[in-house]
């Protein structure tokens, strides 16, 4: 189980750059979620891309790292996240 703003450095840097998880995904009941490749998050890359990867892509594609600060451009407050949840 990964955390929100758990900083992902990236495995290979010609398929993708660094991201951070941004939301997780374990109370979307409206998406179509394959829970057996584990748990689903949002992840925004260095680019301001955002994405939903399964846990087990994450962890293929990704070392995992550190909780990101406040001082990270992308770093999501909890309070923050409740409120602007996105609308996938």
Same mark, same amino acid.
């Given at each position: 189980?990964?955390? !929100?703003?758990?900083?992902?450095?990236?495995? +290979?840097?010609?398929?993708?750059g660094?991201?951070? !998880?941004?939301?997780?995904?374990?109370?979307?009941?409206q998406?179509?979620?394959?829970?057996?490749?584990?748990?689903?998050? *949002? *992840?925004?890359? +260095?680019?301001?891309?955002?994405?939903?990867?399964?846990?087990?892509?994450?962890?293929?594609?990704?070392? *995992?790292?550190q *909780?990101a600060?406040?001082?990270?451009?992308?770093?999501?407050?909890?309070?923050?996240?409740i409120?602007?949840?996105?609308?996938?």
């Amino acid at each position: 189980m990964l955390q !929100v703003n758990t900083i992902l450095y990236t495995k +290979d840097g010609r398929k993708t750059g660094n991201a951070i !998880v941004v939301s997780d995904l374990k109370n979307q009941n409206q998406l179509e979620l394959d829970l057996s490749l584990g748990s689903a998050y *949002i *992840i925004k890359s +260095d680019y301001g891309t955002e994405g939903i990867l399964y846990e087990k892509e994450i962890r293929e594609m990704f070392y *995992i790292g550190q *909780i990101a600060d406040e001082t990270h451009k992308y770093y999501r407050r909890i309070e923050e996240k409740i409120q602007n949840e996105p609308n996938i």
